[in-house]
Structure formats: structure tokens, C-alpha cells
């Protein structure tokens, strides 16, 4: 593509010129040649101002229009045509025939092993037929689909055999179709007004007995939007289908969500707990967009996280409700620092509510995303849960039907709570990650914390304004106890200092109220436990002792600090290692083995507290520290530190090993899972120390996924496990999320010098079938995901992925730029791998079919 696309602006925001009373569309479904006939009744809208007649319309073969009945020769271009139109409603009618066989970017209307489905967000609809395909154009749709396939499905209520009404009106980036095979696992759900909604998950015959623990989340779901947000669903029928070939995790298609088959397809012997926790997550957002997404919709992509990042909060309050809120919010921090900081921090660091945009494809980010649930954590903590569920009572009355924007959902919190929300509307037009300079003084009884502010400049974003930062703060006696709880500090200055005094009751924020209360006794200076529950999405940057870390992790009442402070002490320990050569310290193990026996601590905790800061974190922070990572000399410290723990913990984790068996059936709830993900962490370390002995009897007697593939991690972490490998392949071959997971976990573990090697044995193997996403990802980003082995000094990881991308960018762009963010990374790194980086992108960029997406992406990076 030689011609530079321009960027789309946000400030360029006109509504479209017609208003849309009624869609109504007729497929006729043939592999190669699909006709689709539109009916479109338009009326001029008065809102906005003149414009020419555009419709949007990519691939597609026009073979007739009409205007009011009458024939019209329109001008095509390749995105859209032209025409006069009268000044008076119309109604506009085509036919356009498409190629479903053909289309590889599975975006628009496509072919899935045999199967017919759609994908129309963000822009897909216009490879459909051509139409406005923007999402503030909003209108109700009647299907009819003719085919061969048994069944033939589409948004809304079923009116007959291949024929559906939605009644509510909706933007084309919603719309769904599916035809094929299927067979449905179903059940019902009675609304809290007693309206029986028919539920079912569509699968190809033999999965069905994968579809359960879906259903169940679905209903669940249902339960907990009616009981906590007093949201009831809108359809007589919810259907769900499961597709092989799929970009993305999911689609909330009204009353038709469409999923990528590994993401609602589980049973215990083919899905581990993770798979489980994951496809409950994903149910719950999907069906939460019903609200959130669906009857509220986006004015433009650019308010992209006016539906994402609050329905990905309400997935993750949902979360936290089934399971354990501790554990979920670490589990979300570990997330958001791992992808969302470190996009945040590189090159491709964007808004939460972007600005412009090429290609917004590439703009379903980590940011909009992750960092787009933490505003609206924000938003609660600093206005309070009723202030919270007020403010989203009037969303829902004011905006339902509508395609709102950032302006009209603060608006409501203003409205609600009289708040003035204007300098926390910063937070969606400043990207990059504060930086929380943070000091204690304690002088004359007053203990004071300072805090400073700073945010390093992003991509065309130099100076920052200050944010509002809600800061929570426990402070703790010498003895361990809670002397002030959970008190949330309201940063909004650059610089900004709160003192606290000592009171009858413990410690109290300085003021007024405070000054009556003050405590004859001399106080001793607290410990303070800072940013507790991760209050904000921020670095906090302090001088803390070990000791001082070690003492927040024995007693810190807030799980997440707890749990904080061992990483912050892991990474302490991992950093002094590498920078200064030394020792594993012994403070950290004693208080990992301490821990790590700890009964009165929840499995789950105990697992994630023993993991390692990520490698990629390690090299961020040392690359903030002024250094140069080196990615192979971070693996080799966490190799030590991992040896380490294994030979000062043994005698500990021996009896966790066992005690931490879960006898009986299978099930994937949180207590079982919690304790297969301690019992597993065990096993890591414990084969550092028996060769590997555990792991293979664990293999051998699994007879569920978590087990097996647990076993397998553990054996291919310690170079072990070519027989399992084998074996492995041997029962799954014929299964195809259970053979992703083969691909992948042999290239992520694989030693980083052979890295590179056994991703390039594995693609030759006749089971890449590298067309699939999921299967592409497994193998690719199995590789991109094993930090060492991608970044090896040779060079032969960043040629793999990078040629790899090439040969997927010219079939399904949106995918392949996505994996490009493997090179987000490389200014970190030294001069010899920012070359080979460099020139590999450069490679890319170059190739004759580089896609709009891809070369977004690519020219963001080199920027
Ligand atoms: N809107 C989907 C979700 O978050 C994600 C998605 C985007 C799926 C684009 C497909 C294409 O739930
Ligand atoms: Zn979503």
C-alpha cells in the first residue's frame, strides 16, 4: 500500500445526515457467492448539518440500487458510494453479492470450517452490504436468511425458520448472522419481572458436552447485572455460539454473542482452571454489553472505552463476587502491569479515550481495556458505592437508546453527586503512567506523607497536567496492628502533602474534627500501608527497607498490599541480584516460606504470592533505573531465585504438595482451584529439587487439564518432559483448544537459546495451521511471550515472529498487527537488539501487501 492513509480525528466528529426508522435485510447464503438485499427506510436528520449521501460498502459487488423504488447507478469507490437522494425520506434498496470462502480477515461475513458467521465490530458491516456503518447510526433490523445450513440465526426474536426481529435499535457494528451444523445446549432464565428467556449455546456436534459451565455463568450473569445494577435482558432468547476461526476472545451481538470457541468451551478434562475462571469472566462481559455497550452504545470509536472499560469493570466485580476479591483484583493488577504499563510506557501509548486513529482495530488496547475499568474504579472510590450506583441509575434512565460519549457519562456522575469532575476527565485524554514520589516525615506526634506526581512524556504528549490520584492509606502500629484503617486521600496537586495525628481512636487524617480527639500519649511513628486495594492506576516510588516489606507482608490487613509487598520484595531481591551480583537474600525467603505454610491464607493467595515479578517488568524497571536490561542475564537471576526458593522452601512445600490434593470429582469452583494453583506452584519449585519425580507421577494419575498441563509446565520448566510431550500429543491430537495449548507451552517454556528453534520445528509441523488465530497465537505468541528466548542475542526470535507476521499480515491483518506489540518493547533494550529490532520492523513494513493496520502499528513503533 504506497498511499498513506489519514488519520481519522476526533475532533472531526459530524453526525450523519439521516436518521434510520427501519433495516431490513435478506441473505442468500452460497459459499462463494452470498446475495445480500437490503432494504434501508431513511429520513433526513435535522440535527445534522448538510452533507453528501455516503455509504459505506468495502468488497463487495454491487449488482443492483434503487432509490424509492427506481433504479440508480451510484458512484463506487473502494470504501463506499455516492448518490443524490431526495430531501424527504426514502427508502433505499440494493443488492450486493460477497465471498464468504474468501474472506480470511474474518472480519464481515465468513466462513469457519463449513460454518457461516459474522464479525462487524468496528467496521465489518460494510463488507456486508453498503450502509452507515458508524455506530451512532441506530436502527431496528428484520433478518431473513435462506440456506441450506439446519440452522440459521441472527440478532433479536425468532419470527420463523430462518427469520428474526430486533425490535431494538442498534448500531450495524451489532448485527450478527450464523448458519451451519449446530446443535444447542439450552436452557431458561425467569427475569425478576417473570419473562422466560430461552438461553442456548450453539456448537458443532460433539462439543456439546463442553457446554455447561458456560451456560451456568450465563445464568449467573443474568442474576447478578438484574441484582446489582437492576438490569433485566430485553429478548425472548439468548443465544451464544462457539466458532473455531476468531479474532478476537468474543462479541457482544445483540441477543447473538458470538465467541472464539476456547473462550466458552470447557470441560474437565479439556480446560484447565484458568480456562474456567476465563470463560466465566468473558461470559459475564459479553452478556453485560447488553446494557453497557448495547442499549447505551458508542457516539464514535474514539468513546471506545464508554462501553469497554465499564463493562470490563462490571466483569470484574462480577468476578470478584464469585470468587474472591482479593485474588481477582491481584490477578487484574498483574494483568494491567503486564500489558496495560507497558504499552502505556513505549511507543504505542495512547488515551484511554484516544485522539485519532488509522486503523481502530488496533485501538482495542490494554489502555482502552484495563486502565478504562481502573477510571471507573476510580470514579467509585472517590465518589462512594451510593454515589457510584446513583450516578449509574441516571446513566441508564437518561442515555438508554443512545450512542453517548466521556462528556455525557461523567455528566451524570456531576449530575448525581455534584461533584466537578473536570480535572479527572484528564485521566482519558493524558496517556502514560503517573509516577507516586512518595516521603514520610514524623515530627512533634504529626506523621505527614508527601507525595509527588509525575507522568514521562508520551508520543505527542510532552507535559502532563496533574491527575486526580485517590490514594488509600492503612496506617499499622509497631506491633502489626491497624492503627488508622483505610482512609482514601485525595491527591489533585502536583505536590501534596496529608498529615495524620494520633486520637483516642487511633490515628485520624489531620483536621478539624481530628484536633478534638488528640490522644495524651506520645505516639511512635506508623508504618504506612500506601495505594491499598491498587486505589489508583499509578507507579509508587518510595524508599522502603526489606525489612519494612517484609513487616507489610506478615501483617498488612489489605490483601492486596499483603500480597504486594512480597512482589515488591521479589523484585527487590531479583533486582540487587542482577545489578549487584548477589545472593538470593534470605529476609525474602524466610518470609516466602513463612507464607507459604500460612493455613489461615486463602490457597489461592499463598500461590500467587510465591510467584516471580514477570521478566518483562524486571527490564522495565531497570530500564527506569537509567540501566540496560539484558534479557538473559534476568532470566538467570530468576533461575537462582527460583532454585533458591526451591532448596529454602522444600522442607515446607513437601507437605503443601500434598495437602493440597483435591480428592473427589473435578470441579472448577474457586476453593479447588485456588488449591491446585498452590498445589502447582509447589510443584515448580519441588521439581527443582526431585528431578522432576512429582510432576511425573502427577502427569501420570491426572485426569483433568489443570493437572496435566500443570505437570507438563513443571516438567518443561526443568528441560524434562519429552515422553509427557509425546504422550500428550498422542490423546489430544484430535482436539483442537486442547492442541493449542501442546503448541504453546512448549515454545513459552522452552530454554531461551532453543526458543527460537522449537517454535520453528512446531510450525513445520503438519498441525500448525496457522490460518486459525488460536492456533497462530499459541505458536507465535508462545514465542513473544517467552521473554529470554525471544529477545536472544541471536536475533532468531525477532526474525521468526517477524516473518511470521509478514505471512499473516496479507491474510488477517487485524490479528497480525495486534502480535506486532512483541517489538513494543525495543527502545529498552541494548544497541545490537534495538538494531535487529528495528530492522525487522523495517522488514515488515516494506512487504508488498502490508496492511492499513499493520503499518499503523509498525510506523507508531519506529516513531
Ligand atoms: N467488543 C468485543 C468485546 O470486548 C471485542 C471485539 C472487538 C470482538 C472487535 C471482535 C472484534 O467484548
Ligand atoms: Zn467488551
Same mark, same amino acid.
Given at each position: 500500500m504506497?498511499?498513506?492513509?489519514?488519520?481519522?480525528?476526533?475532533?472531526?466528529?459530524?453526525?450523519?445526515?439521516?436518521?434510520?426508522?427501519?433495516?431490513?435485510?435478506?441473505? @442468500?447464503?452460497?459459499?462463494?457467492?452470498?446475495?445480500?438485499?437490503?432494504?434501508?427506510?431513511?429520513?433526513?436528520?435535522?440535527?445534522?448539518?448538510?452533507?453528501?449521501?455516503?455509504?459505506?460498502?468495502?468488497?463487495?459487488?454491487?449488482?443492483?440500487?434503487?432509490?424509492?423504488?427506481?433504479?440508480?447507478?451510484?458512484?463506487?469507490?473502494?470504501?463506499?458510494?455516492?448518490c443524490?437522494?431526495?430531501?424527504?425520506?426514502?427508502?433505499?434498496?440494493?443488492?450486493?453479492?460477497?465471498?464468504?470462502?474468501?474472506?480470511?480477515?474474518?472480519?464481515?461475513?465468513?466462513m469457519?470450517r463449513?460454518?457461516?458467521?459474522?464479525?462487524?465490530?468496528?467496521?465489518?458491516f460494510?463488507?456486508?452490504?453498503?450502509?452507515?456503518?458508524?455506530?451512532?447510526?441506530?436502527?431496528?433490523?428484520?433478518?431473513?436468511?435462506?440456506?441450506?445450513?439446519?440452522?440459521?440465526?441472527?440478532?433479536?426474536? =425468532?419470527?420463523?425458520?430462518?427469520e428474526?426481529?430486533?425490535?431494538?435499535?442498534? /448500531?450495524?457494528y451489532?448485527?450478527?448472522?450464523?448458519?451451519?451444523?449446530?446443535?444447542?445446549?439450552?436452557?431458561?432464565?425467569?427475569?425478576?419481572?417473570?419473562?422466560?428467556?430461552?438461553?442456548n449455546?450453539?456448537?458443532?456436534?460433539?462439543?456439546?458436552?463442553?457446554?455447561?459451565?458456560?451456560?451456568?455463568?450465563?445464568?449467573?450473569?443474568?442474576?447478578?447485572?438484574?441484582?446489582?445494577?437492576?438490569?433485566?435482558?430485553?429478548?425472548?432468547?439468548?443465544?451464544?455460539?462457539?466458532?473455531?476461526?476468531?479474532?478476537?476472545?468474543?462479541?457482544?451481538?445483540?441477543?447473538?454473542?458470538?465467541?472464539?470457541?476456547?473462550?466458552?468451551?470447557?470441560? /474437565?478434562?479439556?480446560?484447565?482452571?484458568?480456562?474456567?475462571?476465563?470463560?466465566?469472566?468473558?461470559?459475564?462481559?459479553?452478556?453485560?454489553?447488553?446494557?453497557?455497550?448495547?442499549?447505551?452504545?458508542?457516539?464514535?470509536?474514539?468513546?471506545?472505552?464508554?462501553?469497554?472499560?465499564?463493562?470490563?469493570?462490571?466483569?470484574?466485580?462480577?468476578?470478584?463476587?464469585?470468587?474472591? @476479591?482479593?485474588?481477582?483484583?491481584?490477578?487484574?493488577?498483574?494483568?494491567?502491569?503486564?500489558r496495560?504499563?507497558?504499552?502505556?510506557?513505549? =511507543?504505542?501509548?495512547?488515551?484511554?479515550?484516544?485522539?485519532?486513529?488509522?486503523?481502530?482495530?488496533?485501538f482495542?488496547?490494554?489502555?482502552?481495556?484495563?486502565?478504562?475499568?481502573?477510571?471507573?474504579?476510580?470514579?467509585?472510590?472517590?465518589?462512594g458505592?451510593?454515589?457510584y450506583?446513583?450516578?449509574?441509575?441516571?446513566?441508564? #434512565?437518561?442515555?438508554?437508546?443512545?450512542?453517548?460519549?466521556?462528556?455525557?457519562?461523567?455528566?451524570?456522575?456531576?449530575?448525581?453527586?455534584?461533584?466537578?469532575?473536570?480535572?479527572?476527565?484528564?485521566?482519558?485524554?493524558?496517556?502514560?503512567?503517573?509516577?507516586?514520589?512518595?516521603?514520610?516525615?514524623f515530627?512533634?506526634?504529626?506523621?505527614?506523607?508527601s507525595?509527588?506526581?509525575?507522568?514521562?512524556?508520551?508520543?505527542?504528549?510532552?507535559?502532563?497536567?496533574?491527575?486526580?490520584?485517590?490514594i488509600?492509606?492503612?496506617?499499622?502500629?509497631?506491633?502489626?496492628?491497624?492503627?488508622?484503617?483505610?482512609?482514601?486521600?485525595?491527591m489533585?496537586?502536583?505536590k501534596?502533602?496529608?498529615?495524620?495525628?494520633?486520637?483516642?481512636?487511633?490515628?485520624?487524617?489531620?483536621?478539624?474534627?481530628?484536633?478534638?480527639?488528640?490522644?495524651?500519649?506520645?505516639p511512635?511513628k506508623?508504618?504506612?500501608?500506601?495505594?491499598?486495594?491498587?486505589?489508583?492506576?499509578?507507579?509508587?516510588?518510595r524508599?522502603?527497607?526489606?525489612?519494612?516489606?517484609?513487616?507489610?507482608? &506478615?501483617?498488612?490487613?489489605?490483601?492486596?498490599n499483603?500480597?504486594e509487598?512480597?512482589?515488591a520484595?521479589?523484585?527487590?531481591?531479583?533486582?540487587?541480584?542482577?545489578?549487584?551480583?548477589?545472593?538470593?537474600?534470605?529476609?525474602?525467603?524466610?518470609a516466602?516460606?513463612?507464607?507459604?505454610?500460612?493455613?489461615?491464607?486463602?490457597?489461592?493467595?499463598?500461590?500467587?504470592?510465591?510467584?516471580?515479578?514477570?521478566?518483562?517488568?524486571i527490564?522495565?524497571?531497570?530500564?527506569?533505573?537509567?540501566?540496560t536490561?539484558d534479557?538473559?542475564?534476568?532470566?538467570?537471576?530468576?533461575? &537462582?531465585?527460583?532454585?533458591?526458593?526451591?532448596? @529454602?522452601?522444600?522442607?515446607?512445600?513437601a507437605?503443601?504438595? #500434598?495437602?493440597?490434593?483435591? =480428592?473427589?470429582?473435578?470441579?472448577?469452583?474457586?476453593?479447588?482451584?485456588?488449591?491446585?494453583a498452590?498445589?502447582? *506452584?509447589?510443584?515448580?519449585?519441588?521439581?527443582?529439587?526431585?528431578?522432576?519425580?512429582?510432576?511425573?507421577?502427577l502427569?501420570?494419575?491426572?485426569?483433568?487439564?489443570?493437572?496435566?498441563?500443570?505437570?507438563?509446565?513443571?516438567?518443561l520448566?526443568?528441560?524434562?518432559?519429552?515422553?509427557?510431550? !509425546?504422550?500428550?500429543?498422542?490423546?489430544?491430537? *484430535?482436539?483442537?483448544?486442547?492442541?493449542?495449548?501442546?503448541?504453546?507451552? !512448549?515454545v513459552?517454556?522452552?530454554?531461551?537459546?532453543?526458543?527460537?528453534?522449537?517454535?520453528?520445528?512446531?510450525?513445520? @509441523?503438519?498441525?500448525?495451521?496457522w490460518?486459525?488465530?488460536?492456533?497462530?497465537?499459541?505458536?507465535?505468541?508462545?514465542?513473544?511471550?517467552?521473554?529470554?528466548?525471544?529477545?536472544?542475542?541471536?536475533?532468531? *526470535?525477532?526474525?521468526f515472529?517477524?516473518?511470521?507476521?509478514?505471512?499473516?499480515?496479507?491474510?488477517? /491483518?487485524?490479528?497480525?498487527?495486534?502480535? &506486532?506489540?512483541?517489538f513494543?518493547?525495543?527502545?529498552?533494550?541494548?544497541?545490537d537488539?534495538?538494531?535487529?529490532?528495528?530492522?525487522?520492523?523495517?522488514?515488515?513494513?516494506?512487504? #508488498?501487501?502490508?496492511?492499513?493496520?499493520?503499518?499503523?502499528?509498525?510506523?507508531?513503533?519506529?516513531?
Amino acid at each position: 500500500m504506497s498511499d498513506t492513509p489519514q488519520p481519522i480525528l476526533l475532533a472531526d466528529y459530524t453526525a450523519f445526515g439521516w436518521l434510520i426508522d427501519q433495516v431490513e435485510l435478506e441473505f @442468500h447464503l452460497a459459499p462463494r457467492a452470498t446475495r445480500v438485499l437490503s432494504k434501508i427506510s431513511l429520513r433526513p436528520n435535522p440535527d445534522a448539518p448538510a452533507q453528501d449521501f455516503f455509504l459505506h460498502g468495502e468488497e463487495l459487488r454491487l449488482i443492483w440500487a434503487k432509490i424509492n423504488g427506481e433504479r440508480i447507478t451510484p458512484e463506487v469507490s473502494k470504501t463506499g458510494l455516492t448518490c443524490a437522494v431526495p430531501d424527504a425520506p426514502f427508502v433505499w434498496e440494493a443488492e450486493v453479492e460477497i465471498d464468504p470462502q474468501d474472506n480470511t480477515a474474518l472480519e464481515g461475513l465468513y466462513m469457519s470450517r463449513g460454518m457461516y458467521c459474522t464479525q462487524c465490530e468496528a467496521e465489518g458491516f460494510r463488507k456486508i452490504t453498503f450502509y452507515p456503518d458508524r455506530p451512532d447510526v441506530m436502527a431496528p433490523f428484520k433478518v431473513r436468511i435462506f440456506g441450506e445450513d439446519p440452522v440459521l440465526l441472527s440478532n433479536g426474536n =425468532p419470527v420463523a425458520q430462518g427469520e428474526w426481529h430486533d425490535p431494538w435499535p442498534k /448500531p450495524a457494528y451489532l448485527f450478527a448472522l450464523v448458519a451451519g451444523d449446530l446443535r444447542a445446549v439450552s436452557s431458561s432464565f425467569t427475569t425478576a419481572s417473570g419473562k422466560d428467556v430461552e438461553l442456548n449455546i450453539w456448537v458443532r456436534p460433539g462439543d456439546e458436552d463442553r457446554c455447561d459451565y458456560g451456560l451456568d455463568a450465563l445464568k449467573r450473569s443474568m442474576k447478578w447485572d438484574e441484582d446489582v445494577y437492576g438490569r433485566e435482558y430485553d429478548l425472548d432468547v439468548f443465544n451464544i455460539v462457539a466458532v473455531d476461526d476468531f479474532n478476537m476472545g468474543a462479541m457482544e451481538n445483540k441477543g447473538l454473542n458470538i465467541f472464539n470457541s476456547k473462550c466458552v468451551l470447557a470441560s /474437565p478434562e479439556t480446560a484447565t482452571d484458568a480456562d474456567f475462571a476465563r470463560i466465566e469472566a468473558i461470559i459475564a462481559h459479553e452478556y453485560f454489553h447488553n446494557w453497557t455497550g448495547n442499549r447505551i452504545t458508542c457516539r464514535d470509536w474514539f468513546q471506545l472505552c464508554l462501553k469497554e472499560g465499564l463493562t470490563v469493570f462490571r466483569d470484574q466485580q462480577f468476578s470478584g463476587d464469585m470468587r474472591s @476479591h482479593a485474588v481477582h483484583r491481584i490477578q487484574d493488577v498483574l494483568m494491567l502491569r503486564g500489558r496495560q504499563f507497558r504499552e502505556d510506557n513505549g =511507543p504505542l501509548a495512547h488515551p484511554v479515550r484516544p485522539e485519532s486513529y488509522v486503523e481502530i482495530n488496533n485501538f482495542y488496547t490494554a489502555t482502552v481495556y484495563e486502565k478504562g475499568a481502573e477510571l471507573i474504579g476510580m470514579l467509585k472510590r472517590l465518589v462512594g458505592d451510593d454515589g457510584y450506583s446513583q450516578a449509574l441509575d441516571l446513566y441508564f #434512565d437518561r442515555h438508554d437508546g443512545d450512542a453517548a460519549t466521556i462528556e455525557d457519562w461523567l455528566k451524570v456522575f456531576e449530575d448525581a453527586t455534584g461533584r466537578d469532575l473536570s480535572q479527572f476527565k484528564r485521566w482519558y485524554s493524558q496517556p502514560g503512567t503517573p509516577r507516586l514520589h512518595m516521603s514520610e516525615a514524623f515530627e512533634d506526634g504529626t506523621y505527614t506523607l508527601s507525595f509527588a506526581q509525575d507522568t514521562p512524556p508520551t508520543p505527542g504528549q510532552d507535559v502532563k497536567d496533574p491527575q486526580v490520584i485517590p490514594i488509600a492509606v492503612g496506617l499499622l502500629g509497631a506491633n502489626g496492628n491497624e492503627v488508622m484503617p483505610t482512609t482514601v486521600l485525595e491527591m489533585t496537586e502536583a505536590k501534596q502533602s496529608f498529615s495524620f495525628r494520633n486520637s483516642v481512636e487511633g490515628w485520624v487524617l489531620d483536621g478539624p474534627a481530628a484536633a478534638e480527639r488528640i490522644s495524651g500519649a506520645a505516639p511512635e511513628k506508623p508504618t504506612p500501608s500506601v495505594l491499598r486495594h491498587f486505589s489508583a492506576p499509578v507507579i509508587l516510588e518510595r524508599d522502603i527497607t526489606p525489612e519494612t516489606l517484609g513487616f507489610l507482608l &506478615s501483617h498488612d490487613t489489605d490483601p492486596f498490599n499483603k500480597w504486594e509487598a512480597g512482589r515488591a520484595l521479589a523484585k527487590h531481591v531479583l533486582l540487587t541480584m542482577i545489578t549487584q551480583s548477589t545472593q538470593p537474600d534470605a529476609l525474602y525467603l524466610d518470609a516466602m516460606a513463612q507464607v507459604a505454610a500460612d493455613s489461615a491464607l486463602d490457597p489461592a493467595f499463598r500461590a500467587l504470592a510465591l510467584g516471580l515479578p514477570s521478566q518483562d517488568d524486571i527490564a522495565q524497571a531497570l530500564f527506569d533505573s537509567g540501566q540496560t536490561p539484558d534479557p538473559q542475564v534476568i532470566y538467570d537471576a530468576g533461575q &537462582s531465585l527460583r532454585d533458591a526458593l526451591a532448596a @529454602h522452601l522444600e522442607p515446607a512445600l513437601a507437605p503443601i504438595y #500434598d495437602a493440597m490434593a483435591c =480428592p473427589g470429582p473435578y470441579s472448577p469452583e474457586a476453593g479447588d482451584a485456588g488449591k491446585r494453583a498452590l498445589r502447582h *506452584g509447589a510443584l515448580g519449585l519441588l521439581s527443582r529439587c526431585d528431578g522432576g519425580a512429582r510432576a511425573e507421577a502427577l502427569y501420570q494419575a491426572a485426569d483433568n487439564m489443570t493437572d496435566q498441563t500443570g505437570a507438563l509446565t513443571s516438567l518443561l520448566a526443568i528441560a524434562k518432559g519429552g515422553d509427557q510431550v !509425546q504422550a500428550f500429543y498422542d490423546q489430544w491430537h *484430535g482436539d483442537r483448544l486442547v492442541l493449542d495449548k501442546w503448541f504453546g507451552m !512448549q515454545v513459552s517454556l522452552a530454554k531461551p537459546d532453543q526458543a527460537a528453534q522449537v517454535a520453528h520445528s512446531l510450525a513445520e @509441523h503438519p498441525d500448525f495451521d496457522w490460518t486459525n488465530p488460536n492456533r497462530f497465537r499459541a505458536l507465535i505468541g508462545g514465542l513473544a511471550m517467552n521473554t529470554a528466548g525471544f529477545h536472544h542475542e541471536s536475533g532468531a *526470535g525477532y526474525q521468526f515472529v517477524a516473518d511470521w507476521l509478514i505471512r499473516l499480515d496479507s491474510k488477517n /491483518p487485524q490479528t497480525a498487527a495486534r502480535m &506486532s506489540t512483541a517489538f513494543e518493547t525495543w527502545r529498552r533494550f541494548d544497541a545490537d537488539r534495538q538494531d535487529m529490532m528495528r530492522e525487522q520492523m523495517q522488514k515488515i513494513a516494506a512487504h #508488498d501487501k502490508l496492511s492499513r493496520d499493520m503499518g499503523e502499528m509498525i510506523t507508531r513503533m519506529l516513531d
